[in-house]
């Protein structure tokens, strides 16, 4: 994909193929980023995928945390259906939640890409058991202080689950940042559209045939993830090997 982005049109079809480029040719990432509104579509994706993971988190460490720490009525039941979202695939909810959103007149708007997926039930099940770790000593010294559970959560859940946070983030922003289906369904129009849209219609617009604009916006759509996870990886390591609570 790099190669070809920076080849020239003569190059991507020469065979055998050509895995180095004679003279880079770096104008390629400036016809893809001229084929549309990137910088529009760019925006588009850095506002869903981070809305998306905030509100996540939002969502996602109160219940993890209930579901890990307290007794309550029914939490085995809950926590099925938490298992269950997890199981069924975006696929089959699609068009009652597209028609929910049409209704309220959403459509039109980023909040369809953001509004299906503030619950992240993975992410509630892999933080539950990365809390059920921690050792309930710990936070009944904290609650013998007056902490109160929010401050438990923010002082000592939190820091002692970074790992697994990160891991979650990590999978979400992957999920999310190249998610073409749900966008595909949810638009209509280029003001909404994500960054996965405009690199797909870079073939209709320059082309079946000019691979080397077609794979210099894949590589603009790849770096984000590549970065994310140079940034993450030592987090995502220290989450699935245990190395027990100092």
């Not at 890990?68 to 199981?87: C, D, Q, R, S």
């Not at 820091?159 to 998610?179: G, Y």
């Not at 289906?181 to 617009?205: C, H, K």
């Amino acid at each position: 994909m790099i190669s070809t982005s920076l080849q020239t049109f003569e190059e991507t079809m020469a065979f055998p193929p050509t895995w180095i480029p004679s003279v880079p040719q770096w104008i390629n990432f400036v016809d893809a980023m001229k084929a549309g509104p990137f910088l529009t579509y760019a925006k588009n994706s850095v506002i869903i995928t981070f809305s998306i993971i905030c509100v996540q988190m939002m969502v996602m460490i109160p219940a993890a945390y209930a579901f890990a720490k307290y007794k309550f009525f029914g939490k085995e039941i809950l926590f099925g259906m938490v298992l269950l979202a997890f199981m069924i695939p975006g696929q089959v909810t699609f068009i009652p939640v597209y028609l929910m959103l049409a209704d309220l007149g959403l459509i039109k708007s980023l909040w369809p890409q953001i509004i299906p997926f503030m619950s992240n039930a993975f992410g509630i099940f892999l933080l539950r058991q990365y809390f059920m770790q921690i050792p309930q000593e710990i936070i009944e010294s904290a609650r013998l202080d007056n902490a109160s559970e929010f401050k438990i959560i923010r002082k000592i859940m939190i820091p002692m689950s970074l790992p697994a946070l990160a891991t979650i983030a990590l999978f979400s922003f992957v999920s999310h940042w190249n998610d073409y289906f749900w966008p595909l369904v949810m638009t209509d129009s280029a003001a909404v559209r994500p960054l996965t849209m405009g690199i797909a219609m870079l073939r209709e617009t320059e082309g079946i045939s000019n691979w080397h604009i077609i794979m210099a916006g894949n590589v603009v759509l790849v770096v984000p993830i590549l970065l994310v996870y140079l940034m993450a990886s030592k987090q995502i390591v220290k989450a699935f090997v245990y190395s027990g609570i100092k």
